[in-house]
């Protein structure tokens, strides 16, 4: 239930393609969905996020799809860039607490080739 | 722009020993975690940190582990006695809430544990 089940676990996508990792989870009581990216050796940046009232959001060249009734969300990278190269980690958290501890999927490896 | 920092950024050990973790989390944020990224796995919860107290905390922080945030700005971890199985990334985060009680949590780059 506190799963967030994450794929592909690795992706290799040519210069100006596009990179989609999706993620699925069974837990409703999940309502902030936030990916972020690492790099070799550093620790996780958020790239973006979405509650589940919102469909998709978009920023930049990154965009979020998120299928409330599937309970499943994914992250598009449109003209995907080499230095668009890194690990990326679907997460999921909930209210409840004082704090919102949150819950990773098992990250996708990409690779942009030039 | 501000960023959580943490220290030492690897740190070997032999089994058995202490080891204190050390994160400055941003300044003016009220939330702090720690993560674990075991070698090529996800990034798992440790423990969580609010008001002084410990608001929750995985299966895997059990009496070995203890955090504190002993000034206004330092937060620590502490493994009273490692495994070899606590060698691993450690992460410190840290985050604030917003009026609309959206949380974004900021991590560090990560502490390097290798127990031998």
């Known amino acids: 239930q506190q799963q967030v089940k994450q794929s592909p676990q690795s992706l290799i996508v040519q210069k100006g393609g596009i990179s989609i990792i999706n993620c699925a989870y069974e837990?409703?009581?999940?309502?902030?969905f936030p990916w972020y990216q690492q790099f070799p050796g550093k620790g996780p940046a958020l790239l973006i996020a979405?509650?589940?009232?919102?469909s998709e959001k978009k920023e930049g060249r990154f965009t979020i799809s998120f299928n409330k009734s599937a309970k499943q969300f994914s992250l598009h990278i449109m003209d995907s860039q080499p230095g668009d190269s890194a690990t990326y980690f679907c997460a999921a958290s909930m209210k409840g607490g004082a704090t919102n501890k949150l819950i990773f999927g098992t990250g996708t490896l990409l690779a942009v080739q030039p | 722009e501000p960023e959580v920092t943490q220290t030492p950024s690897h740190q070997v050990t032999q089994m058995g020993q202490e080891v204190i973790l050390r994160c400055v989390p941003i300044?003016?944020?009220?939330?702090f975690y720690w993560y674990r990224q075991i070698l090529g796995q996800k990034v798992e919860f440790l423990v969580s940190f609010y008001n002084n107290e410990i608001s929750e905390k995985s299966e895997i922080f059990d009496d070995q582990f203890s955090v504190e945030r002993p000034d206004g700005s330092n937060f620590t971890l502490k493994i009273r006695s490692t495994k070899l199985e606590d060698s691993a990334m450690y992460f410190c985060?840290?985050?604030?809430?917003?009026?609309?009680?959206?949380?974004?949590?900021?991590f560090g780059p990560g502490t390097r544990l290798l127990v031998l």
């Open positions: 985060a840290s985050s604030h809430r917003t009026s609309g009680s959206t949380e974004t949590q900021y």
């Open positions: 979405i509650r589940p009232d919102v």
């Open positions: 300044s003016n944020h009220l939330y």
């Open positions: 837990n409703t009581a999940f309502d902030y």
